[in-house]
């Protein structure tokens, strides 16, 4: 039945009606909408007590609700907006708002955390990293049911962490990490099984993982990085089976590594370091074949490498230096596709190296093993970093061109061997040639090297060895230089270059004459710099060798300079030289910061490093010069030209005299009449016994 006009006019009159009443009913009911009195009060008090107010963006006409707060397409983990609050409006019939997401990150703000945050109760994002917050964590944090991502990093925080965060039965993520906090890691903290993200590195915590975190079964991400937790590695950390990232670097755990740990077959970055009586193989890693990074540095890990790593792995980056791994180099590591970072060092590994390398494969560190034989014709391609020293390698000529100073750096440092060349060296590392106020001169050391790298001076007078990758980092730079004067020194110059290592850092005097050394090494953190921010929070840790020996462990320039960044540390320790070369080695062994300033910071930092002698020396202190080479080599060439010769004389005159002895003969042979000859007893009996009466003459012609 056709519709009449009529009501098709009214029909549309209704629609255009409710249209203009919902447009008009919206806006109304946004305006009334008003943030909750004491959640008002209670954040104006905070941001009053941090000494940060809220911006126009999101607090207008003095409503925090209103704005960006309220917009949906501001996150909070908006950059544009900081600090920045999030409210629910939907309250008691879309009158009330509540705060429901608060970040104030990287504003350095000081000072404890008022009592009022912890009434924020529906409040389920919280961002405070990056600032220089004191004091310790409330009980009260315990009144935040409705949290879920929690983030507290890179403070000043201090105490123990509370039990009570066991209550925050819908945490996703907690991160406490890079904090000053003390006592042990609540078991309470087992209650929050819905935890996907677990960050509690450089937390200042002690003690052992409870047990009860063997209820995190969801977790995805875990860093345990420079924390002393103690006692063998939990066996439960295999049940994670979820895990995507592990960290657990500089902890005081025990080994050995739980075959549990092979369960974790969804891990793409496995980071395990400094596990003290491990003795563990790879065998655990066989089914981890989701992994793009695997570092298992210093670890004390046995047997040998898998044949099989290259080819059924999707590793970008593969560290397994600083072990006990014997055998060969497996030729699949080098044929990887994706492999781009190789480090080998410091293990027992023998054998030569592959003949054939994947284009991927651009750093590459087997120093200090038991490789040997000729190096491959590939080590001489562009764009490689190459750390070959301490090994057995025949270095032919091409490849001296290729890497100056090579066969010096191999074991038993072959150069300048037996009484020595030198008596000192210093070097100005990182930085250009600087006389010091003693008058010494520092030499340059700003070659740029790569995380796989080594530099022999010209005069093979030092060296420098470089090893390493900076997590997190993309600019990976090992020179750090800054204009900072420093207060306690007359050579504030040598202090604005510093040599960075990720790893492991070693500066070598080479050609010494033997005997005793002081050895003086020099610091200055041009990195970690200010007070009272959160920027000056960063802790730099490592350990220092002379010689093989430990000399310092946990060496923490912070402590030691009592917080101040603009003093100088100087070190001096003695040395005993007795094959030509001191090794002074700085180790990264898993502690400190890893992220404050930036991420990277972390790993030894040198200024510049000297040796003296404790004896009177002998040597004269300089390689001989060209013009000396030549001349000695020219003397010896007319020595042995001459020895040749009068040589070659003496058998010609030789020779000579035998052909006229032999051609005199000869005459005498032919001649027809021979001369008659007697024997002894014939002239005896002729002459009567000699007697004189029968003498004829005397003399060669008679008398």
Partial sequence: MPIPRSLNLSVAVWFVSMSCFFHLVRPQNQ??????????????????????TATDAWNISGELCSGAATEDSVSIDNLAFNPLIKCDCSFLGSTICRIIALRARGMDIAGPIPEELWSLVYI?????????????????????????WMTFGANALSGPVPKEIGLLTDLRSLAIDMNNFS??????????????????????????????????????EAWVNDIQLTGQIPDFIGNWTKLTTLRILGTSLSGPIPSTFANLISLTELRLGEISNSNSSLQFIQGM????VLVLRNNNLTGTIPSNIGDDFQLRQLDLSFNNLTGKIPASLFNSRQLTHLFLGNNKLSGSLPTQKSPSLSNLDVSYNELAGNLPSWVRLPNLQLNLIANYF??????????????CLQKNFRCNRGKGVYFNFSVNCGGPDIRSSSGALYEKDDREL???????????????????LFTGSNSNQYIATSVTRFANTSDSELFQSARLSASSLRYFGLGLENGGY???????????????????????????????????????????????????????????????????????????????????????????????PDFVPTVDNKMPSKSKKKIGIIVGAIVGAGMISILVIAIIL????????AADEEVLHSLDIRPYTFTYSELKTATQDFDPSNKLGEGGFGP
Avoid at 32 to 38: K, V
Avoid at 394 to 407: A, C, I, K, Q, Y
């Fill in 450 to 468: 790569g995380p796989a790298s080594f530099f022999v001076s010209k005069t093979q007078r030092w060296a420098v060895s470089n090893v390493g």
């Fill in 518 to 612: 002081s050895v003086t090494v020099q610091f200055g953190e041009i990195q970690i710099q200010g007070s009272n921010t959160w920027g000056s929070l960063g802790r730099r840790l490592f350990d220092i060798y002379v010689q093989g020996k430990l000399v310092e462990k946990d060496f923490d320039m912070h402590r030691t300079t009592n917080g101040s960044t603009a003093r100088v540390i100087q070190r001096i320790y003695k040395a005993n030289v007795s094959e030509n070369y001191i090794d002074i080695h700085l180790f990264w062994a898993g502690k400190g910061t890893c992220c404050i300033p930036a991420q990277g910071t972390y790993g030894p930092l040198v200024s510049a490093i000297s040796a003296t």
């Fill in 654 to 661: 030789i020779i000579r005299r035998k052909r006229k002895r």
């Fill in 394 to 407: 025949t270095v032919g000529s091409s490849n001296r061109r290729v890497f100056p100073g090579l066969d």
């Fill in 289 to 292: 074949k989701s992994l793009s």
């Fill in 183 to 220: 006592g042990s890691l609540p078991p309470e903290i087992g209650n929050c099984t819905r935890l996907v993200k677990m960050y509690i590195g450089s937390s200042g915590l002690t003690g052992e993982l409870p047990s009860s975190f063997a209820n995190l079964v969801d977790l995805e």
């Fill in 124 to 148: 389920s994002n919280l961002n405070l990293n990056q600032n220089f917050l004191s004091g310790s964590l409330s009980p009260g944090i315990g009144n935040l049911t409705s949290m879920q």
């Fill in 31 to 52: 305006t009334t909408a008003t943030t909750d009195p004491d959640e008002a009060r209670a954040l104006n008090k905070i941001f009053a007590t941090w000494k940060i």
